[in-house]
T-cell receptor, first 114, second 113 residues
Framework: DQQVKQNSPSLSVQEGRISILNCDYT??????FLWYKKYPAEGPTFLIS???IKDKNEDGRFTVFLNKSAKHLSLHIVPSQPGDSAVYFC?????????????WGAGTKLIIKP | ETGVTQTPRHLVMGMTNKKSLKCEQH?????MYWYKQSAKKPLELMFV???????ENNSVPSRFSPECPNSSHLFLHLHTLQPEDSALYLC????????????FGPGTRLTVL
């Protein structure tokens, strides 16, 4: 039973438009959420995170929104660029002092069309 | 070298072979992880070490044997693997208290024949 779900295996977006990647979770004890980006033949790299005390966190072209009542978060990329083509993983941390456990989604492959 | 490195990057082995994967982190972190990534599935946490002591073992088969000789190095010893063990094996490290921001190596693509 997956606690973190990314229901879209892939997403195709025109360059310059907004990309929206979605993530749902089932465990209300999750306290911290992270997005990672992965290129082929490389390991995932940290992109942006959000604490459960916030509903939005912005970093340049990347914004993450958290809707705790719906147990849903989304990553917005605007404007989308060809270099954003990658697999994006959503991950959740069960408690604030957890040093080890991250629960991962299966990833969404984002394709930016020129 | 910077960040997290893994060797080899690719490995093909038979079911009767014994091989080892190596991970090294140059970030001064105290925790190191082994993950398995199969196609279109979430990353599966296999082992966690903190200060060279294993703190988590997510019911991984005994044909996978980790070793952490110091806080910078992590090994995954493989023996009598099965074809379904073919996957990308990722190593990561983190600094406790940093909200689990984990830094990953490039992975080892393992194929078991």
């Amino acid at each position: 039973d997956q606690q973190v779900k990314q229901n879209s295996p892939s997403l195709s977006v025109q360059e310059g438009r907004i990309s929206i990647l979605n993530c749902d979770y089932t465990n209300s004890m999750f306290d911290y959420f992270l997005w990672y980006k992965k290129y082929p033949a490389e390991g995932p790299t940290f992109l942006i995170s959000i604490s459960s005390i916030k509903d939005k966190n912005e970093d340049g072209r990347f914004t993450v929104f958290l809707n705790k009542s719906a147990k849903h978060l989304s990553l917005h990329i605007v404007p989308s660029q060809p270099g954003d083509s990658a697999v994006y993983f959503c991950a959740a941390s069960p408690r604030p002092d957890s040093n080890y456990q991250l629960i991962w989604g299966a990833g969404t492959k984002l394709i930016i069309k020129p | 070298e910077t960040g997290v490195t893994q060797t080899p990057r690719h490995l093909v082995m038979g079911m009767t072979n014994k091989k080892s994967l190596k991970c090294e982190q140059h970030l001064g972190h105290n925790a190191m992880y082994w993950y398995k990534q199969s196609a279109k599935k979430p990353l599966e946490l296999m082992f966690v070490y903190s200060l060279e002591e294993r703190v988590e073992n997510n019911s991984v088969p005994s044909r996978f044997s980790p070793e952490c000789p110091n806080s910078s190095h992590l090994f995954l010893h493989l023996h009598t693997l099965q074809p379904e063990d073919s996957a990308l094996y990722l190593c990561a490290s983190s600094q406790p208290g940093q909200y689990n921001e984990q830094f990953f190596g490039p992975g080892t693509r393992l194929t078991v024949l």
